[in-house]
């Protein structure tokens, strides 16, 4: 295992990606990640907190195309994501908030999968769905901003 | 111009404009005249923007004069904390304006006014403990120039986060909760003006905007208290200058979902015209480019 890590890392890619340069390699892909991380988040929270109740008024059906932008997000999100693995994976592998923040972005978009298949497709209110999206989402980017700190800690 | 100069700029302008603004909350109910009112409610709320490149560029202006011997230290930390004061209490009276922009229930414009008037008279504090600094001509004849006094805001705020390790981090955390609440609701109700979304009436989809505010303000907190504990890292670095400067006209742009009668109007599958359209478009871009700088703070623009 530590050695398949260490051959990623060596990899013609992953070395690009660290030596890179300013407005490209690591920042571009790093801002590509929040991007991508921010629309999908933010798009899934206005749907979680229409679901929990507010604004009512707006019609689940009228918010069907939002999904469409949500799984270009996730995309852009998991494609810039293993990039940023791939440049230093040896350390991200042993990183336990990386774990961590990896299991809960596993549960919030499965949540999303469900909210597209049993709320916006289905009969379901989706409250409760809309409160572990949120909870999930609120841990995922806490485990990923706090990486930087528990890797130091654990070093 | 350096950020010194501009803060010699803009420092009048919370304490001027929020006069004004009192003025015409005060003439707007003489006179049983909303649109004066709503007049007042928007300057308000654009002082709550303004006011806070007028204290970052005050940071910035006394890393300039802090190695000059004639320029008293003392006065600097008295003007300091008095501003930041005042900056809480502009950010209180801005937020709620916009609430009332939003949706007005008579109460809003009784606390807008009283808080305004608190406000006005912080301001005014806070300008005229400035003016000592480089005016000693001022100082009344038998009297001392200002020291610091209690509170000490910015003292109390930079000691938070440097005496405890753990506020950083959380702030970090805070700072990107905030950035996904107000980008996700303001990229929504945007891509409602846009047509993209069609099928539900201007009018609800609106009522998720105070979700953008709360990620506004949260975003405001957590950041004051990074600049607060790191000012030099900030006032610095090109590219927060100009995360500020796109996150200005940007908060702006929020005022056009907020209180368009063009936008209020719009039926479910209408979209907004050329001039919304042009409006919502580039509020999106405006923020991506605020997400783009302060990711990229670290890597452009810092020495």
């Known amino acids: 295992m530590g050695s398949l890590l260490g051959q990623i890392e060596q990899s013609g890619a992953a070395t690009w990606i660290r030596e890179g340069g300013v407005l490209y390699g690591y920042p571009l892909i790093l801002f590509l990640h929040t991007f991508g991380l921010s629309t999908l988040v933010g798009l899934s929270s206005a749907i979680n907190l229409r679901l929990l109740g507010f604004a009512a008024g707006i019609p689940l059906a009228s918010l ?20 940023l693995f791939v440049s230093d994976a040896t350390r991200h592998a042993s990183n336990p908030a990386f774990l961590v923040k990896l299991v809960f972005v596993l549960l919030a ?29 609120f841990g995922a980017l806490s485990a990923g901003r706090l990486m930087a700190y528990v890797a130091e800690f654990v070093a | 111009m350096n950020l010194a100069h501009l803060h010699l ?37 654009l002082l709550g923007l303004l006011a806070i490149p007028a204290y970052l560029t005050g940071s910035a202006a006394q890393t300039v004069l802090q190695d000059q011997p004639d320029v008293p230290q003392q006065v600097i930390a008295a003007h300091q904390d008095a501003a930041l004061l005042a900056l809480i209490l502009m950010e209180i009276t801005g937020l709620v304006a916009w609430i009332a922009l939003w949706r007005f229930r008579r109460w809003h414009q009784t606390g807008i006014l009283v808080l305004a008037i608190v406000t006005f008279g912080l301001m005014a504090r806070a300008a005229n403990i400035g003016g000592h600094i480089r005016h000693p001509e001022i100082l009344v004849e038998g009297t001392a120039a200002p020291v610091p006094g209690w509170p000490r805001t910015a003292a109390a705020g930079a000691a938070l986060v440097l005496d405890n390790p753990w506020v950083w981090p959380i702030c970090e955390v805070f700072h990107f909760v905030g950035l996904c609440l107000l980008f996700g609701v303001v990229l929504l109700v945007n891509l409602r003006l846009l047509g993209f979304v069609k099928g539900v009436a201007f009018a609800d989809v609106n009522r998720l905007l105070p979700w953008a505010m709360v990620g506004l303000g949260i975003n405001v907190v957590t950041g004051m208290l990074f600049f607060l504990a790191a000012p030099g890292q900030y006032t610095q670095n090109t590219a927060f200058v100009w995360k500020i400067g796109l996150m200005l006209i940007a908060g702006v742009t929020l005022l056009y979902p907020t209180m368009s009668d063009q936008a209020g109007e719009l039926t479910p599958e209408d979209r907004a015209p050329l001039t919304g359209r042009i409006i919502a478009a580039g509020s999106i871009c405006l923020w991506i480019g605020v997400i783009f700088l302060g990711r990229f703070l670290p890597y452009l623009g810092s020495e």
């Open chain 2, 9 to 45: 700029l803009l420092n009048h302008l919370p304490t001027v404009g929020l006069g004004i603004g009192v003025g015409l909350l005060l003439a707007s109910l003489l006179k049983k005249s909303e649109d004066l009112k709503q007049a007042s409610f928007v300057a308000f709320f």
């Open chain 1, 64 to 83: 069907a195309r939002i999904f469409s932008l949500m799984w270009a997000g996730f995309g852009l999100t998991a494609a810039t994501g293993i990039l």
């Open chain 1, 109 to 137: 978009v499965t949540a999303l999968a469900l909210t597209w298949t049993r709320v916006f497709r289905g009969q379901h209110s989706g409250k409760i769905l809309a409160a572990l999206s949120l909870a999930c989402w």
